[in-house]
Every structure is written in C-alpha cells, then in structure tokens.
C-alpha cells in the first residue's frame, strides 16, 4: 500500500547512502544510526516547559508510574519482559544501572549526571511506540531530530510554543511537512475547577484553536488534556475510590466548604470520614479540582473503581489524545519513520557533497514529489479537526479511504480480512469513480475539491498496488 512503498523506497536510498558514505568521518555514523532507528519502534517526545505535566502525562499513556527517573535530558522508555535500565554517557558507551520503583517514579542508580537514559518496562503501550520524556531546558533542536513526532505541552499556546512548531517545519525538503506535531494544552483541569462542565469547555476551546489557520499550519491537532487526572484514572485504585465514596455520601452542605481550598480540604478537623494522611494523598495523586471531578462522578453514578476509572479517563481529555496519538502517528508509523529519515539522508547529500551524492538527492526530491502519504495525513487531520469540513458520511468514508481506521487495504476499504481480490477490486473501483465525480463537482467548494481530489488519489494508489481481479 501507499506507506510500504514509502518505506520501502526510504530504506533503498539509505542503504544506497550508506555505501557512498561508508567511512566517512561524519556521515557514516549518522546514517548507521538512522538506519538502526528506521527498524525500531516510533519514537515520540513528550516536550515542553517545567511543571507542564510531562513526565505525568507519560506515567497516564504507559498506565504506571515510571517516571519521573531523575535528572536526565532524555528518558526514553521502551517496552520489555523485566524492568531494566541503561545510562548513557556523553561520551563512551551506555552501562546497564539498578533500577528501583517508588511511589514517585523510578529511581535509577549511579552517575546522576548522565544526560540520558533508556529504561526497559514490560508495557503493551511500549511495543510499538517508544516514549521519551524532554528535559525543560531541551530547545527544538536537540528534541527535533531525536524523534520520529513530538507531544509539544503547554498551559496554552503561547508564542514560544509556535516558534517550537516552527522550528519542526522547514522550508523545502521533508521537513516542510508538518505531520509529527500535536500540541497538548495540558491544564484542563484549571477550566471550572475541574468540574465536568470546565473540561469540556477547555476540550471546545482546544478545538477552536485547532481550527486556527496558523496553528493548522504548524501540527496535526490541539487536544486539551489534565495528565494528573488522566493518570489519576488509569491507576485508580480500591481504597483511593472507597475514600471519594465516602466524601461523596456527605451531604453537600457538609463536605463542599472543604473542597474551596487545599488547606481546608487537608486541615486536621476536615471531612472526619476520610484520615489526614488519605486526604493529603488523594491531593497529590487528584488534584483539588480532580477530586472535585471524581466527587462529582461518584455523585451521578460512577459506583465502582472501574466506573470511576473509566469516566475520569474520558473527562480528563486522555481518551481524546490516545485516539490522535493512534490515528495520526502509531498507525502512520512507517511515514513519520520515512520522514526522520529522509530529513537526516537530505541535510547530509546537501552539506557532504560527494561525486554520487546528487544522483541520491536527485531521486530524494523525486521520491517527496509523490510522498502521498505526507497529503493524506494532513488531510486527516484537516477532516479531524473540522478545518475542511465534508458531509457527514462523506467525511468518514474519506477518513476511512485516507487510512483514518488503518493503513490496509481491507481497512481502507472497510471490507473484513476473508474479502477476496475481486472484492477489493469491487469496491476499490466504486470508491474512485465516486470520489472522481466529488472531486469535479460544482456543488463543492473549491476545499472540498482539493479534499476529494487527495481521496482520489488514495483510491488510484489502492488500484495501482497490483491487486488484479481474476479473469
């Protein structure tokens, strides 16, 4: 399909480049280093400012709490079948270092002061993509070529933000495409105290700012996200839930003067159905405005751990950036992969220039010249986000044919895995023949054209991938 020949084609230049530049003082390296980084898993960076809730916001997508490990640039963490961990000197070559879990985060061994470190952690997040959490201090540039796409965090988006966006998006060359970005307003529950009402009005605020023509611009999505709760929610556990229970069962006039402040919530003579201790512990693990939240749930219905557990995770605004995070970077692995790649393959046959270096970037600017994939992510984001807006089962069928539910051919197709070759060539041909006729339709704005001239083209790709019907 349209990703497989991308990769396909990004390894053959690679490969190509590595002989030409085999022993080359600088790019030898550098080219064995992304072919080793093209095989493994996508790499994706969790950056932004201190006390923006990244390393909180790993520990909720991994659903555990690993980080933080202590002072490193780059923490990258990757699955495995035991916890093991690796320090990486700026000079010399990584050592494996004891690892020991707390309630804080892991805690590594020796030599504080390297700048990174990869921990091993059994996770079924990790086995296909590797999360690295960002020091405060990193700039764009040291964040940006290390990873395949990037969580930028953030309060709200500020005009540091945009610079950061902006240094992700060149000018020619792969870089131009801006599809390894999604910024993360990660303050959610600063909107109404953390209320139900409050988070959903900081989601439509995200949503409103992902229709902006600028930040459109410059990354795939805008999602308003609380990382405490979010983490809060995926390890809930009993005691904490029979705690807000108990809260919860007071009456109103009771238990809510203790909740308009952390020192009333925490003070000695406060809320005598739950200790001191439980509550300082729900604070830390909650937040005020998540236990308000969750006080809130338990009150309408939310009965269980479970329960709980599942209504503060959609509330929280997670639920909404896992499924971004699935649709525009795991599932377009392979095109985010070919992208750093060919990102680091450009910059060297411009700047190491060498007899057959031009005939390689000649069929680099040639292979980005038909990258479709990069167009279908763009667009799948556009449709997303409501920045180009289609009839409504128009729409989804369009996401569907761009690879909004998978990058298969059964998945774009939305037939079942048994459908034969004659199925698929069915209905592959009555998709192009329909979305030829919206791309030249009067009825449609000239965006809309535009959009359904990309479906069409996904259409011929599926035609073109030499399933031939029998004859």
Same mark, same amino acid.
């Given at each position: 399909?349209?990703?497989?020949?991308?990769?396909?084609?990004?390894?053959?230049?690679?490969?190509?480049?590595?002989?030409?530049?085999?022993?080359?003082?600088?790019?030898?390296?550098?080219?064995?280093?992304?072919?080793? @980084?093209?095989?493994?898993?996508?790499?994706?960076?969790?950056?932004?400012? %201190? @006390?923006?809730?990244?390393?909180?916001?790993?520990?909720?997508?991994?659903?555990?709490?690993?980080?933080?490990?202590?002072?490193?640039?780059?923490?990258?963490? @990757?699955?495995?079948?035991?916890? #093991?961990?690796?320090?990486?000197? =700026?000079?010399?070559?990584?050592?494996?270092?004891?690892?020991?879990?707390?309630?804080?985060?892991?805690?590594?061994?020796?030599?504080?002061?390297?700048?990174? &470190?990869?921990?091993?952690?059994?996770?079924?997040?990790?086995? #296909?993509? =590797?999360?690295?959490?960002?020091?405060?201090?990193?700039?764009?540039?040291?964040?940006?070529?290390?990873?395949?796409?990037?969580?930028?965090?953030?309060?709200?988006?500020?005009?540091?933000?945009?610079?950061?966006?902006? %240094?992700?998006?060149?000018?020619?060359?792969?870089?131009?495409?801006?599809?390894? &970005?999604?910024?993360?307003?990660?303050?959610?529950?600063?909107?109404?105290?953390?209320?139900?009402?409050?988070?959903?009005?900081?989601?439509? *605020?995200?949503?409103?700012?992902?229709?902006?023509?600028?930040?459109?611009?410059?990354?795939?999505?805008?999602?308003?996200?609380?990382?405490?709760?979010?983490?809060?929610?995926?390890?809930?556990?009993?005691?904490?839930?029979?705690?807000?229970?108990?809260?919860?069962?007071?009456?109103?006039?009771?238990?809510?003067?203790?909740?308009?402040?952390?020192?009333?919530?925490?003070?000695?003579?406060?809320?005598?159905?739950?200790?001191?201790?439980?509550?300082?512990?729900?604070?830390?693990?909650?937040?005020?405005?998540?236990?308000?939240?969750?006080? *809130?749930?338990?009150?309408?219905?939310?009965?269980?751990?479970?329960?709980?557990?599942?209504?503060?995770?959609?509330?929280?605004?997670?639920?909404?950036?896992?499924?971004?995070?699935?649709?525009?970077?795991?599932?377009?692995?392979? *095109?985010?992969?070919? #992208?750093?790649?060919?990102?680091?393959?450009?910059?060297?046959?411009?700047?190491?220039?060498?007899?057959?270096?031009?005939?390689?970037?000649?069929?680099?600017?040639?292979?980005?010249?038909?990258?479709?994939?990069?167009?279908?992510?763009?667009?799948?984001?556009?449709?997303?986000?409501?920045?180009?807006?289609?009839?409504?089962?128009?729409? #989804?069928?369009?996401?569907?044919?761009?690879?909004? &539910?998978?990058?298969?051919?059964?998945?774009?197709?939305?037939?079942?895995?048994?459908?034969?070759?004659?199925?698929?060539?069915?209905?592959?041909?009555?998709?192009?023949?329909?979305?030829?006729?919206? &791309?030249?339709?009067?009825?449609?704005?000239?965006?809309?054209?535009?959009?359904?001239?990309?479906?069409?083209?996904?259409?011929?790709?599926?035609?073109?991938?030499?399933?031939?019907?029998?004859?």
């Amino acid at each position: 399909m349209i990703s497989d020949e991308l990769e396909r084609r990004t390894h053959d230049l690679l490969m190509r480049a590595a002989q030409v530049y085999r022993g080359h003082p600088h790019a030898d390296p550098r080219l064995r280093h992304t072919v080793e @980084r093209f095989t493994g898993p996508l790499r994706l960076a969790v950056a932004g400012a %201190a @006390r923006t809730g990244k390393s909180t916001l790993v520990n909720a997508l991994v659903g555990e709490t690993v980080a933080p490990v202590g002072q490193a640039d780059f923490v990258t963490y @990757r699955d495995g079948t035991q916890p #093991r961990a690796w320090r990486h000197p =700026e000079h010399g070559r990584p050592y494996e270092v004891p690892v020991a879990r707390t309630a804080d985060g892991l805690r590594l061994g020796l030599d504080a002061a390297a700048p990174r &470190a990869v921990v091993q952690w059994p996770s079924r997040v990790l086995r #296909r993509t =590797e999360l690295i959490d960002t020091g405060p201090s990193l700039t764009p540039a040291r964040i940006l070529p290390e990873t395949d796409a990037v969580l930028l965090l953030t309060p709200r988006i500020a005009e540091p933000d945009l610079d950061f966006l902006r %240094a992700g998006r060149g000018l020619r060359g792969p870089a131009a495409y801006p599809v390894h &970005a999604l910024v993360v307003q990660s303050r959610a529950d600063t909107h109404g105290d953390g209320l139900p009402d409050g988070l959903l009005e900081a989601r439509r *605020a995200a949503r409103r700012r992902r229709r902006e023509p600028l930040i459109a611009s410059l990354c795939q999505d805008v999602v308003a996200v609380s990382p405490l709760i979010g983490h809060a929610a995926r390890t809930l556990r009993d005691d904490e839930f029979l705690a807000l229970a108990a809260i919860a069962a007071l009456p109103r006039a009771d238990a809510d003067p203790h909740l308009l402040s952390t020192d009333r919530f925490t003070a000695a003579g406060a809320l005598p159905v739950v200790d001191p201790r439980t509550r300082i512990e729900l604070l830390r693990r909650f937040g005020l405005g998540g236990i308000r939240l969750a006080l *809130a749930l338990v009150r309408t219905g939310a009965g269980t751990t479970a329960a709980l557990g599942e209504r503060l995770h959609e509330y929280s605004g997670l639920k909404d950036l896992q499924t971004s995070i699935a649709e525009l970077f795991v599932a377009r692995r392979a *095109a985010l992969k070919a #992208r750093s790649a060919l990102i680091v393959l450009d910059h060297l046959l411009r700047t190491e220039r060498l007899p057959a270096s031009a005939q390689l970037l000649a069929e680099l600017e040639l292979l980005l010249a038909g990258a479709h994939d990069f167009t279908e992510m763009r667009l799948l984001s556009a449709l997303r986000s409501g920045r180009v807006a289609l009839p409504a089962e128009t729409a #989804r069928e369009a996401q569907r044919l761009l690879g909004g &539910a998978g990058t298969s051919l059964g998945e774009r197709l939305g037939l079942p895995t048994e459908a034969t070759v004659d199925d698929i060539w069915a209905v592959a041909e009555d998709s192009a023949e329909r979305w030829s006729r919206e &791309a030249g339709s009067g009825e449609r704005t000239p965006a809309q054209r535009r959009a359904a001239a990309v479906v069409l083209r996904s259409c011929e790709a599926i035609l073109a991938d030499g399933t031939v019907p029998a004859s």
